[in-house]
T-cell receptor, first 113, second 109 residues
């Protein structure tokens, strides 16, 4: 069964450093999403992406965050200058149409120290 | 007030028991997802439904759009069903998911 692949599975970074989280969505999917889950809390929506542009973003997704689909297969989330409170599990998801179900990646656990 | 309420928050049961997890929501939705989050953190989509009932193996999901309520049932529960189960309605206006806090299920052998 097709999978959404996320790398790395765990990243530790120093506060203030830039990080790039990578996702390879399912190849025929058109809609892409990033979510995050702070330990012990609910999953939160960050951003959705369609047709090479952001279609929706939450209040969390401020100027420190950006997304890109640089080569037609990867979908990346960049955090420019990480803060301690960015420590969370970050999930990528994709679907073919918004009316369809989502496929989630297994997540990247980001730890900012 | 939370837009999505799940109950119970925690549930411990013996192997073989019939499990019910409930989800109520307050917004207009076009569909609702039930997801399973494993202890390692990964999320798996179990169901997406917009009316009636769906069944997959020992899992059954029902939804009543008029009453803004959905349930997830597990028949003949097994320790491997232990996970967090999350209800996530899809908002009608922008197709975004709003996430419940999850129900932590532990099935004891």
């Amino acid at each position: 069964e097709p999978e959404v692949t996320q790398t790395p599975s765990h990243q530790v970074t120093q506060m203030g450093q830039e990080v790039i989280l990578r996702c390879v969505p399912i190849s025929n999917h058109l809609y892409f999403y990033w979510y995050r889950q702070i330990l012990g809390q609910k999953v939160e929506f960050l951003v959705s992406f369609y047709n090479n542009e952001i279609s929706e973003k939450s209040e969390i997704f401020d100027d420190q965050f950006s997304v890109e689909r640089p080569d037609g297969s990867n979908f990346t989330l960049k955090i420019r200058s990480t803060k301690l409170e960015d420590s969370a599990m970050y999930f990528c998801a994709s679907n073919r149409e918004t009316a369809y179900g989502y496929t989630f990646g297994s997540g990247t656990r980001l730890t900012v120290v | 007030k939370n837009e999505v309420e799940q109950s119970p928050q925690n549930l411990t049961a013996q192997e073989g028991e019939f499990i019910t997890i409930n989800c109520s929501y307050s917004v207009g939705i076009s569909a609702l997802h039930w997801l399973q989050q494993h202890p390692g953190g990964g999320i798996v989509s179990l169901f997406m439904l917009s009316s009636g009932k769906k069944k997959h193996g020992r899992l059954i999901a029902t939804i009543n759009i008029q009453e803004k309520h959905s349930s997830l049932h597990i028949t003949a529960s097994h320790p491997r069903d232990s996970a967090v189960y999350i209800c996530a309605p899809r908002v009608d206006s922008n197709y975004q998911l709003i996430w419940g806090a999850g129900t932590k299920l532990i099935i004891k052998p």
